[in-house]
Protein backbone atom coordinates (compact mmCIF):
# COMPACT_ATOMS: atom_id res chain seq x y z
CA UNK A 1 0.00 0.00 0.00
CA UNK A 2 1.62 3.63 -0.70
CA UNK A 3 2.18 5.90 2.28
CA UNK A 4 2.48 9.60 1.21
CA UNK A 5 5.42 11.75 2.07
CA UNK A 6 3.46 13.50 4.65
CA UNK A 7 2.69 10.86 6.61
CA UNK A 8 6.24 8.95 6.17
CA UNK A 9 8.44 12.17 6.78
CA UNK A 10 5.88 13.82 9.97
CA UNK A 11 6.70 17.21 11.45
CA UNK A 12 6.19 16.39 15.50
CA UNK A 13 7.46 16.82 18.97
CA UNK A 14 10.70 14.84 20.02
CA UNK A 15 11.81 12.31 21.83
CA UNK A 16 9.16 9.13 20.33
CA UNK A 17 7.12 9.21 17.45
CA UNK A 18 5.54 6.38 18.51
CA UNK A 19 5.05 7.74 22.30
CA UNK A 20 5.10 11.42 21.78
CA UNK A 21 3.79 12.40 18.16
CA UNK A 22 1.22 9.24 18.00
CA UNK A 23 -0.20 10.26 21.63
CA UNK A 24 -0.38 13.65 21.23
CA UNK A 25 -2.42 13.62 17.33
CA UNK A 26 -4.47 10.70 19.31
CA UNK A 27 -5.40 13.30 22.05
CA UNK A 28 -5.72 16.27 20.05
CA UNK A 29 -8.88 13.67 17.94
CA UNK A 30 -9.94 12.72 21.29
CA UNK A 31 -11.15 16.05 22.19
CA UNK A 32 -12.12 17.56 18.63
CA UNK A 33 -14.22 14.45 18.38
CA UNK A 34 -16.29 15.60 22.02
CA UNK A 35 -18.04 18.88 20.22
CA UNK A 36 -20.39 20.39 21.91
CA UNK A 37 -19.56 17.70 24.78
CA UNK A 38 -16.75 19.48 25.41
CA UNK A 39 -18.42 22.28 27.75
CA UNK A 40 -20.25 19.11 29.91
CA UNK A 41 -16.65 17.48 30.63
CA UNK A 42 -15.45 17.67 34.62
CA UNK A 43 -13.04 15.10 34.06
CA UNK A 44 -10.54 13.49 31.77
CA UNK A 45 -8.86 9.84 32.12
CA UNK A 46 -5.90 8.36 30.22
CA UNK A 47 -5.20 4.74 30.39
CA UNK A 48 -1.61 3.72 28.80
CA UNK A 49 -1.21 0.36 28.15
CA UNK A 50 1.51 -2.03 27.62
CA UNK A 51 4.89 -0.04 25.88
CA UNK A 52 3.36 3.46 26.36
CA UNK A 53 2.68 2.41 29.84
CA UNK A 54 6.26 1.03 30.90
CA UNK A 55 7.92 4.11 28.92
CA UNK A 56 5.98 6.60 28.41
CA UNK A 57 7.28 8.92 31.44
CA UNK A 58 10.47 8.82 29.71
CA UNK A 59 9.79 9.25 26.30
CA UNK A 60 7.54 11.90 27.24
CA UNK A 61 4.17 10.61 26.56
CA UNK A 62 2.11 12.10 29.15
CA UNK A 63 3.50 15.74 28.00
CA UNK A 64 2.71 14.71 24.69
CA UNK A 65 -1.10 13.96 25.51
CA UNK A 66 -1.79 17.08 27.54
CA UNK A 67 -0.15 19.26 24.85
CA UNK A 68 -2.94 17.23 22.67
CA UNK A 69 -6.04 17.94 24.94
CA UNK A 70 -5.11 21.62 24.87
CA UNK A 71 -5.21 20.85 21.67
CA UNK A 72 -1.82 22.12 20.17
CA UNK A 73 0.13 20.66 16.58
CA UNK A 74 3.40 19.70 16.19
CA UNK A 75 3.62 22.65 13.73
CA UNK A 76 1.89 25.41 15.64
CA UNK A 77 3.16 24.44 19.20
CA UNK A 78 5.72 27.08 20.70
CA UNK A 79 8.33 25.16 22.67
CA UNK A 80 9.06 28.19 24.65
CA UNK A 81 5.66 28.23 26.53
CA UNK A 82 5.75 26.59 29.72
CA UNK A 83 2.57 24.74 29.38
CA UNK A 84 3.33 21.73 31.75
CA UNK A 85 4.41 23.32 33.89
CA UNK A 86 1.63 25.96 34.14
CA UNK A 87 -0.60 22.58 33.80
CA UNK A 88 0.99 21.34 36.97
CA UNK A 89 1.23 25.08 38.84
CA UNK A 90 -2.75 25.20 38.26
CA UNK A 91 -3.80 21.72 38.69
CA UNK A 92 -5.53 22.05 35.66
CA UNK A 93 -5.88 22.04 32.03
CA UNK A 94 -8.33 23.45 29.09
CA UNK A 95 -9.37 21.52 27.20
CA UNK A 96 -8.80 22.12 23.60
CA UNK A 97 -7.97 26.11 24.70
CA UNK A 98 -11.80 25.97 25.93
CA UNK A 99 -12.97 24.28 28.75
CA UNK A 100 -11.03 24.49 32.25
CA UNK A 101 -10.74 21.03 34.31
CA UNK A 102 -9.16 19.54 37.25
CA UNK A 103 -5.58 18.28 36.17
CA UNK A 104 -2.91 16.41 38.08
CA UNK A 105 -0.51 13.55 36.19
CA UNK A 106 -0.34 11.45 38.92
CA UNK A 107 -4.40 10.95 38.93
CA UNK A 108 -5.89 11.78 35.61
CA UNK A 109 -3.03 9.03 33.78
CA UNK A 110 -3.31 5.91 34.73
CA UNK A 111 -0.48 3.76 33.79
CA UNK A 112 -1.32 -0.49 32.99
CA UNK A 113 2.07 -1.68 32.68
CA UNK A 114 1.05 -5.38 32.57
CA UNK A 115 -2.11 -5.11 30.25
CA UNK A 116 -1.13 -4.86 26.18
CA UNK A 117 -3.76 -4.89 24.45
CA UNK A 118 -4.51 -7.02 21.44
CA UNK A 119 -4.23 -5.23 18.35
CA UNK A 120 -1.14 -3.16 19.70
CA UNK A 121 1.40 -2.76 22.61
CA UNK A 122 1.27 1.05 22.06
CA UNK A 123 -2.53 1.37 22.98
CA UNK A 124 -3.99 3.92 24.62
CA UNK A 125 -8.17 4.76 26.00
CA UNK A 126 -9.51 8.29 26.53
CA UNK A 127 -12.51 8.76 29.21
CA UNK A 128 -14.21 12.03 29.28
CA UNK A 129 -16.79 12.49 32.23
CA UNK A 130 -19.31 14.28 33.59
CA UNK A 131 -19.60 16.34 37.11
CA UNK A 132 -21.17 13.00 38.47
CA UNK A 133 -18.94 10.20 36.89
CA UNK A 134 -21.13 9.50 33.82
CA UNK A 135 -18.89 8.85 30.62
CA UNK A 136 -19.51 10.97 27.74
CA UNK A 137 -17.13 9.81 25.45
CA UNK A 138 -14.89 6.59 25.51
CA UNK A 139 -12.46 5.98 22.78
CA UNK A 140 -8.86 3.67 22.44
CA UNK A 141 -6.19 4.22 20.08
CA UNK A 142 -3.26 2.86 18.59
CA UNK A 143 0.18 4.63 17.99
CA UNK A 144 1.32 2.25 15.43
CA UNK A 145 4.45 4.14 14.45
CA UNK A 146 6.23 6.53 12.67
CA UNK A 147 3.41 9.13 14.17
CA UNK A 148 0.73 7.41 13.10
CA UNK A 149 -2.56 6.67 14.95
CA UNK A 150 -5.51 4.92 14.38
CA UNK A 151 -8.66 4.27 16.32
CA UNK A 152 -9.74 0.82 17.75
CA UNK A 153 -12.60 0.39 14.98
CA UNK A 154 -9.82 1.18 12.42
CA UNK A 155 -7.30 -1.29 12.99
CA UNK A 156 -7.51 -4.04 10.62
CA UNK A 157 -4.34 -6.40 9.86
CA UNK A 158 -2.36 -3.92 10.22
CA UNK A 159 -3.79 -0.82 7.72
CA UNK A 160 -4.73 1.70 9.81
CA UNK A 161 -6.11 3.58 7.07
CA UNK A 162 -8.16 2.57 3.47
CA UNK A 163 -5.53 3.00 0.66
CA UNK A 164 -4.92 6.54 -1.14
CA UNK A 165 -6.70 7.04 -4.54
CA UNK A 166 -3.05 6.91 -6.36
CA UNK A 167 -2.60 5.69 -10.02
CA UNK A 168 0.06 3.28 -8.35
CA UNK A 169 -0.13 1.07 -5.81
CA UNK A 170 2.24 -1.86 -4.90
CA UNK A 171 2.44 -3.81 -1.98
CA UNK A 172 6.18 -5.37 -2.74
CA UNK A 173 9.55 -4.68 -4.27
CA UNK A 174 8.86 -7.02 -7.21
CA UNK A 175 5.90 -5.12 -7.95
CA UNK A 176 6.89 -1.66 -7.58
CA UNK A 177 9.82 -2.71 -10.20
CA UNK A 178 7.46 -3.98 -12.84
CA UNK A 179 5.60 -0.43 -12.33
CA UNK A 180 9.14 1.31 -13.05
CA UNK A 181 9.92 -1.20 -15.51
CA UNK A 182 6.62 -1.05 -17.26
CA UNK A 183 6.21 2.89 -17.26
CA UNK A 184 9.81 3.86 -17.53
CA UNK A 185 9.95 5.52 -14.54
CA UNK A 186 13.06 5.60 -11.20
CA UNK A 187 11.12 4.63 -7.76
CA UNK A 188 11.24 8.76 -7.38
CA UNK A 189 9.05 8.74 -10.60
CA UNK A 190 6.41 6.41 -8.81
CA UNK A 191 6.26 8.40 -5.49
CA UNK A 192 6.23 12.24 -7.01
CA UNK A 193 3.31 11.00 -9.63
CA UNK A 194 1.39 9.85 -6.68
CA UNK A 195 1.95 12.52 -4.96
CA UNK A 196 0.24 14.59 -7.91
CA UNK A 197 -2.95 12.76 -7.60
CA UNK A 198 -2.68 14.19 -4.07
CA UNK A 199 -1.25 17.61 -3.82
CA UNK A 200 -0.46 19.93 -6.17
CA UNK A 201 3.64 20.69 -7.47
CA UNK A 202 3.95 23.71 -5.56
CA UNK A 203 2.81 21.60 -2.62
CA UNK A 204 4.68 18.97 -3.15
CA UNK A 205 7.58 20.92 -3.46
CA UNK A 206 7.28 23.14 -0.86
CA UNK A 207 6.67 19.79 1.38
CA UNK A 208 10.24 18.33 0.34
CA UNK A 209 11.88 21.46 0.66
CA UNK A 210 10.54 22.23 4.11
CA UNK A 211 11.60 18.46 5.18
CA UNK A 212 14.84 19.29 4.26
CA UNK A 213 15.36 22.38 5.68
CA UNK A 214 14.33 21.11 8.91
CA UNK A 215 16.25 18.27 8.60
CA UNK A 216 19.45 20.28 8.02
CA UNK A 217 18.47 22.76 10.71
CA UNK A 218 18.32 19.84 13.51
CA UNK A 219 22.12 19.30 12.78
CA UNK A 220 22.97 23.15 12.43
CA UNK A 221 21.25 23.41 15.68
CA UNK A 222 22.50 19.97 17.23
CA UNK A 223 26.28 20.83 16.44
CA UNK A 224 26.09 23.94 18.49
CA UNK A 225 23.81 23.29 21.84
CA UNK A 226 25.75 21.98 24.76
CA UNK A 227 24.13 20.73 27.72
CA UNK A 228 22.93 17.79 29.88
CA UNK A 229 20.07 15.83 27.67
CA UNK A 230 16.41 15.75 30.01
CA UNK A 231 15.85 13.15 32.11
CA UNK A 232 17.37 11.40 35.10
CA UNK A 233 20.48 9.86 33.21
CA UNK A 234 22.29 13.39 32.92
CA UNK A 235 23.60 12.21 29.88
CA UNK A 236 25.59 15.01 28.46
CA UNK A 237 25.37 16.55 24.62
CA UNK A 238 28.46 15.47 22.52
CA UNK A 239 28.03 16.72 19.19
CA UNK A 240 29.20 19.99 20.17
CA UNK A 241 32.35 18.64 21.29
CA UNK A 242 33.28 16.63 18.44
CA UNK A 243 31.83 19.53 16.03
CA UNK A 244 34.80 21.85 17.55
CA UNK A 245 37.33 18.61 17.26
CA UNK A 246 36.86 18.12 13.83
CA UNK A 247 37.13 21.56 12.83
CA UNK A 248 40.39 21.80 14.54
CA UNK A 249 41.58 18.82 12.80
CA UNK A 250 40.54 20.29 9.96
CA UNK A 251 42.49 23.85 10.67
CA UNK A 252 45.50 21.34 10.76
CA UNK A 253 45.71 19.61 7.65
CA UNK A 254 45.06 16.36 10.27
CA UNK A 255 45.62 13.61 7.62
CA UNK A 256 43.16 10.81 7.98
CA UNK A 257 41.48 8.25 5.53
CA UNK A 258 38.66 7.82 8.26
CA UNK A 259 37.97 11.65 8.64
CA UNK A 260 34.83 11.61 6.33
CA UNK A 261 33.06 9.46 8.86
CA UNK A 262 33.10 11.31 11.99
CA UNK A 263 31.25 13.97 10.15
CA UNK A 264 28.60 11.42 9.15
CA UNK A 265 29.18 10.35 13.22
CA UNK A 266 28.54 13.96 14.39
CA UNK A 267 25.74 14.73 11.93
CA UNK A 268 23.53 11.68 13.10
CA UNK A 269 24.37 12.69 16.86
CA UNK A 270 23.68 16.11 16.06
CA UNK A 271 19.87 14.95 15.14
CA UNK A 272 19.06 12.55 17.72
CA UNK A 273 20.34 14.86 20.66
CA UNK A 274 18.25 17.39 19.18
CA UNK A 275 15.20 15.02 19.36
CA UNK A 276 16.46 14.10 22.66
CA UNK A 277 15.70 17.18 24.00
CA UNK A 278 11.96 17.05 22.65
CA UNK A 279 12.90 19.53 19.79
CA UNK A 280 10.65 19.93 16.52
CA UNK A 281 11.97 16.56 14.37
CA UNK A 282 11.14 15.02 11.07
CA UNK A 283 10.18 11.29 11.58
CA UNK A 284 12.01 9.27 9.01
CA UNK A 285 10.57 7.40 9.44
CA UNK A 286 10.22 7.21 13.31
CA UNK A 287 11.90 10.00 16.23
CA UNK A 288 14.46 7.15 17.68
CA UNK A 289 16.17 6.91 13.89
CA UNK A 290 15.28 10.34 12.89
CA UNK A 291 19.35 11.12 13.44
CA UNK A 292 20.23 8.64 10.09
CA UNK A 293 18.09 9.85 7.00
CA UNK A 294 19.70 13.74 8.03
CA UNK A 295 23.02 12.47 8.03
CA UNK A 296 23.26 10.76 4.92
CA UNK A 297 21.87 13.57 3.58
CA UNK A 298 24.69 16.20 4.52
CA UNK A 299 27.09 13.22 3.71
CA UNK A 300 26.08 13.85 -0.08
CA UNK A 301 25.64 17.16 -0.39
CA UNK A 302 29.38 17.71 1.20
CA UNK A 303 31.20 14.86 0.25
CA UNK A 304 29.92 12.74 -2.47
CA UNK A 305 27.11 14.29 -4.86
CA UNK A 306 29.05 13.83 -8.76
CA UNK A 307 28.40 17.48 -9.83
CA UNK A 308 30.71 19.96 -9.05
CA UNK A 309 28.04 21.84 -6.60
CA UNK A 310 25.49 21.00 -4.77
CA UNK A 311 21.73 20.92 -6.27
CA UNK A 312 17.95 20.81 -4.61
CA UNK A 313 17.01 17.98 -6.71
CA UNK A 314 19.27 14.80 -4.72
CA UNK A 315 16.91 15.94 -2.07
CA UNK A 316 14.09 15.30 -4.00
CA UNK A 317 15.16 11.73 -5.15
CA UNK A 318 16.87 10.82 -1.95
CA UNK A 319 13.36 11.67 0.10
CA UNK A 320 10.89 9.97 -2.71
CA UNK A 321 13.39 7.36 -3.16
CA UNK A 322 13.48 6.40 0.65
CA UNK A 323 9.64 6.79 1.12
CA UNK A 324 8.91 4.43 -1.56
CA UNK A 325 11.08 1.91 0.25
CA UNK A 326 9.58 2.62 3.66
CA UNK A 327 6.23 2.01 2.05
CA UNK A 328 6.96 -1.73 2.18
CA UNK A 329 8.06 -1.36 5.21
CA UNK A 330 5.14 -0.09 6.52
CA UNK A 331 3.15 -2.32 4.31
CA UNK A 332 4.37 -6.14 5.06
CA UNK A 333 6.07 -5.20 8.33
CA UNK A 334 6.50 -2.48 11.00
CA UNK A 335 8.54 0.77 11.78
CA UNK A 336 7.20 0.51 15.39
CA UNK A 337 9.70 -0.60 17.87
CA UNK A 338 7.20 -1.41 20.30
CA UNK A 339 5.93 -3.99 17.69
CA UNK A 340 8.85 -5.24 16.16
CA UNK A 341 12.06 -3.84 18.39
CA UNK A 342 14.27 -1.08 16.91
CA UNK A 343 15.00 -2.93 13.55
CA UNK A 344 11.48 -1.28 12.75
CA UNK A 345 12.63 1.97 13.60
CA UNK A 346 16.85 2.58 12.96
CA UNK A 347 16.93 -0.46 10.77
CA UNK A 348 14.17 0.54 8.32
CA UNK A 349 16.09 4.66 8.40
CA UNK A 350 19.14 2.54 7.45
CA UNK A 351 17.44 0.99 4.42
CA UNK A 352 15.77 3.83 3.50
CA UNK A 353 18.94 6.02 3.30
CA UNK A 354 21.22 3.37 1.75
CA UNK A 355 18.51 3.20 -0.93
CA UNK A 356 18.23 7.03 -1.47
CA UNK A 357 21.89 7.62 -1.61
CA UNK A 358 22.42 4.87 -4.30
CA UNK A 359 19.88 6.59 -5.90
CA UNK A 360 21.13 9.93 -5.88
CA UNK A 361 24.60 8.47 -6.86
CA UNK A 362 23.11 7.26 -9.55
CA UNK A 363 22.32 3.45 -9.34
CA UNK A 364 19.85 1.75 -11.14
CA UNK A 365 16.37 0.16 -9.96
CA UNK A 366 18.20 -3.34 -8.89
CA UNK A 367 21.55 -1.58 -6.80
CA UNK A 368 18.72 0.30 -5.02
CA UNK A 369 16.83 -2.63 -4.33
CA UNK A 370 20.44 -4.51 -3.33
CA UNK A 371 21.32 -1.05 -0.93
CA UNK A 372 18.36 -0.97 0.79
CA UNK A 373 18.37 -5.09 1.52
CA UNK A 374 21.84 -5.08 2.90
CA UNK A 375 21.15 -2.33 5.13
CA UNK A 376 18.26 -4.48 6.68
CA UNK A 377 20.15 -7.52 6.43
CA UNK A 378 22.86 -6.34 9.03
CA UNK A 379 20.10 -4.97 11.12
CA UNK A 380 17.98 -7.52 11.45
CA UNK A 381 16.99 -8.72 15.36
CA UNK A 382 18.61 -5.31 16.64
CA UNK A 383 16.58 -4.85 20.01
CA UNK A 384 14.90 -1.71 21.37
CA UNK A 385 16.24 -1.20 25.02
CA UNK A 386 16.01 2.16 25.92
CA UNK A 387 17.58 2.68 29.36
CA UNK A 388 15.75 4.52 31.50
CA UNK A 389 12.67 4.23 29.10
CA UNK A 390 14.82 7.70 27.63
CA UNK A 391 15.59 7.75 23.95
CA UNK A 392 19.19 8.46 24.79
CA UNK A 393 21.41 5.33 25.24
CA UNK A 394 22.02 2.94 23.29
CA UNK A 395 19.68 5.28 20.56
CA UNK A 396 21.70 7.80 19.88
CA UNK A 397 24.87 6.07 19.12
CA UNK A 398 22.74 3.61 16.83
CA UNK A 399 21.67 6.80 14.88
CA UNK A 400 25.25 7.39 14.11
CA UNK A 401 26.26 3.48 13.31
CA UNK A 402 23.39 2.99 11.14
CA UNK A 403 24.50 6.08 9.06
CA UNK A 404 27.61 4.51 8.70
CA UNK A 405 26.12 1.65 7.55
CA UNK A 406 23.78 2.84 5.01
CA UNK A 407 26.77 4.66 3.19
CA UNK A 408 28.26 1.17 3.24
CA UNK A 409 25.51 -0.40 2.17
CA UNK A 410 25.01 2.01 -0.75
CA UNK A 411 28.45 1.77 -1.74
CA UNK A 412 28.66 -2.46 -2.02
CA UNK A 413 25.33 -2.08 -3.87
CA UNK A 414 27.08 0.84 -6.53
CA UNK A 415 30.11 -1.24 -6.79
CA UNK A 416 28.39 -4.04 -7.95
CA UNK A 417 25.99 -5.17 -10.99
CA UNK A 418 23.02 -5.28 -8.95
CA UNK A 419 22.24 -8.64 -9.03
CA UNK A 420 22.26 -10.13 -5.54
CA UNK A 421 20.69 -13.26 -4.13
CA UNK A 422 18.28 -11.91 -1.23
CA UNK A 423 15.83 -9.77 -2.38
CA UNK A 424 14.33 -6.86 -0.76
CA UNK A 425 10.89 -8.20 -0.10
CA UNK A 426 12.37 -11.71 1.62
CA UNK A 427 14.44 -9.44 4.40
CA UNK A 428 11.22 -7.16 4.68
CA UNK A 429 9.32 -10.69 5.31
CA UNK A 430 12.60 -11.81 7.93
CA UNK A 431 12.67 -8.40 9.53
CA UNK A 432 8.61 -8.94 10.66
CA UNK A 433 8.71 -12.34 11.73
CA UNK A 434 11.96 -11.96 13.59
CA UNK A 435 10.27 -8.97 15.34
CA UNK A 436 7.20 -10.81 16.37
CA UNK A 437 9.75 -13.50 17.49
CA UNK A 438 11.44 -10.86 20.08
CA UNK A 439 10.36 -11.31 23.73
CA UNK A 440 8.81 -8.61 24.94
CA UNK A 441 11.38 -6.98 27.22
CA UNK A 442 13.16 -6.39 23.92
CA UNK A 443 10.59 -4.18 22.84
CA UNK A 444 10.77 -0.83 24.18
CA UNK A 445 9.75 -1.47 27.35
CA UNK A 446 12.88 -1.29 29.04
CA UNK A 447 12.56 -4.77 30.82
CA UNK A 448 15.66 -5.86 29.37
CA UNK A 449 18.68 -5.93 27.36
CA UNK A 450 20.66 -2.97 28.22
CA UNK A 451 17.88 -1.20 29.66
CA UNK A 452 18.25 -4.09 32.68
CA UNK A 453 21.55 -4.62 32.75
CA UNK A 454 23.14 -0.80 33.00
CA UNK A 455 22.44 1.33 35.68
CA UNK A 456 22.41 5.15 34.86
Not at 211 to 240: C, E, F, H, S, W
Not at 335 to 345: F, H, L
Request: hydrophobic residues 40%; proline residues 2%; aromatic residues 8%.
Amino acid sequence: MYYSLSEIFAVGIGPSSSHTVGPMKAAKRFVDGLGNKISRVADVKIYLYGSLALTGIGHGTLNAIAYGLLGLTADHIDLTQNYIQHIMAEKSLQLRGEKSIPFEFNTNFILEKTVFLKEHSNGMRFVALDSIGTILSEEVYFSVGGGTIARQDEMSNKIERDPLDVPYQFSSFAELKQVCEKNHFTLSDIVLANERTIHSEYEIQSYIRKVAQIMQQNIDDGVTKKGILPGNIKLRRRAPEMYESLLKRFEHNFDDALYILDWVNLWAFAVAEENAAGGKIVTAPTMGSAGIMPAVMRYYQRFAHKKAYYDEQADVIYLTTAAAVCSLYRTNASISGAEVGCQGEVGVACSMAAAGLCAVMGGNINQIENAAEIAMEHNLGLTCDPINGLVQIPCIERNAMAAIKAVNASRLASRGTGEHKVSLDSIIKTMYETGLSLQNDYKETSLGGLAKNVIC
